[in-house]
């Protein structure tokens, strides 16, 4: 399991944990909670190359579908065959192996314009008194 | 964003949210889609029980000597069937065959009879009702405000209803009794749209919060779960129960809706019987099929239906289904001969999915005897 406090995050809920250009991205645990449970994921194809904040995954429950998008632009170098298998996995551990792709990242410094935990946090809380979801 | 629109709210409103109820806007009403959890909610239902708030629901009472003539005169299904204490599903159609409404109609006693109505149609319906109660010595009245509804629903219903009215607990299914809940004049039905055994209370939204509550207390130690519309419509999807609005309207027919058992065409003279012959004769074009994903995957409803390489239809319902863990729909396909197993495809992001078609309902409960889901 991934400590939170080590992780990026995007406005859209996702997790990026990353070392030097190694990238792991997921959901994150507020994320899971919304989306409730998770039913089905389609992680995007191993060798595709994604631009940062594109929709590249797609998670769904059973009311809705949700698009994940990348955290930062590279290529896709993993698919977690696990969550395809067990998409609850997701729900029970949105920080450890319910991890969704690892990317190569081709710009490393694009990961500076995500948020970090705490001010993650801050923006859930900015969200919820705006009663948005 | 501030919604103008004003929702309405059931007597459960503040207990929804004290469970922690997502709230949603259904057709007008504030309800919630889900408490914790659809799929815990789905199990709940399917192996314990489920609690659920249909408060939404019509209730118009038909009552007078004419009664049961024009019962028989407005609903495709053959209302002298039932009698005092049993309820009936059926179809009320118009001229053209269409579906005006689907509805169970219970008979409390003699030339008194309660007809319960989807919350979209009750105006409608009503208006309907009145148009062709002409000449008829009937009474009607729309008691959809005064009334509130909970549905208990799944195999432990009956142990947990037992503890609350033995009465109701001893209705036969599609049973329906008029009875006194806290000294108001209330009915239950042994009734359900989720393909359980369950029991449906109908009563007085001044009690509605303490009848919930009892339900509640008593169905704690039998498992039993507050469930949301998403729960029920998974449910009643599963058992091939059709959402009026949705899967059904005034431009499809009962037969293309795939629901020929609720039409007796020789029971006598009835509205859309005209029609519904032409089309017995003639033979549909179009029918609501039911489609199974062969690989995992959540179809929606719009999603489109490939047959050998061209598109035979949409979805109008779809979901994951919780009981067969796989993607299952219901459309309108133009081919309405197709038999159980024919490979299809199903669009979902673009792609193709493989699947096929199967019967409905695509789950039947082993807790309910067969032949009896719907009288």
Redesign the interface.
Known sequence: MLDPKTLKFMKSHEWLELAGDAGTVGISHHAQKEI??V??V?PPKVGRKVKQGEACC?V????A?FDIYAPVSGEITAANADV?KDPALVNRESYGRGWLFKLKASAPAEAGKLMNHAAYEQFLLSEAAHG?H | ?SNSAILRRTPLHESHKALGGKLVDFHGWELP??Y?????EHEATRHRCGLFDVSHMGQIFVTGPGSLDFLQKINANDISRIGPGQAIYSHVLNDQGGVVDDVIVSCLAKDRYLAVVNAATVESDLAWFQMHARGFNVRLDNRSDHFGMIAVQGPRAGEIVGLISPQAAGLARFGAVELDVYGQSAVITRTGYTGEDGFEFIVPEEILIRVWEDVLAQGRSFGAAPCGL?ARD?LRLEAGYLLYGQDVDQDHSTFEANYSWVVKLDKGDFIGKEALQKQKAAGITRRLTGVRLLE???P?AGAAVFIDGRQAGTLCSA??S?SLQA?IGVGYLDRPALKAGTRCGVRL?GREVPAEIVAIPFYASPHLKKGVRHA
Do not use: C, L, N, Y
């Open positions: 409730t449970d039913v089905f389609e797609v769904e429950s059973v009311k579908a395809v948005s | 964003m889609v889900q914790e959890s659809i799929i815990r998403g998974v995992r995957g959540v929606r979901t994951f919780p993607g992001h």
